[in-house]
Nanobody, 125 residues
């Protein structure tokens, strides 16, 4: 059974940093694309960043480019999202997700088959 467990969320002031972790289990880590999506209050879920199955290609949505960094630790089967220079508009529930057979460069809901429960990130102004 695929399991994705997020941690590291919380409350931070604008300009601050947080690092989200996604601990994965139940699948071959280097066979799945793993991503971070977020859903702000009253808005639809949107992709934030994805790392491909070989862990050598990273996608970032425009609004986080240069501020967020996705990385992985294959020894721990964990993916991280380092979030720097956070802005109030980054406030959202962040979800870790995984998909098998996702084409490189794709970071969309339809490609992902498994989801974590989500974790809240709140950025105060």
């Amino acid at each position: 059974e695929v399991q994705l467990v997020e941690s590291g969320g919380g409350l931070v002031q604008a300009g601050g940093s947080l690092r989200l972790s996604c601990a994965t289990s139940g699948f071959t880590f280097d066979s799945y694309t793993i991503g971070w999506f977020r859903q702000a209050p009253g808005k639809e879920r949107e992709p934030v960043s994805c790392i491909n199955s070989r862990k050598d290609y990273r996608y970032y949505t425009n609004s986080v480019q240069g501020r967020f960094t996705i990385s992985d630790d294959q020894n721990k089967n964990t993916v991280y999202l380092q979030m720097d220079n956070l802005k109030p508009e980054d406030t959202a529930v962040y979800f870790c997700t995984a998909g098998w057979g996702v084409p490189q460069g794709v970071c969309e809901d339809y490609g992902m088959g498994s989801w974590g429960k989500g974790i809240l990130v709140t950025v105060s102004s």
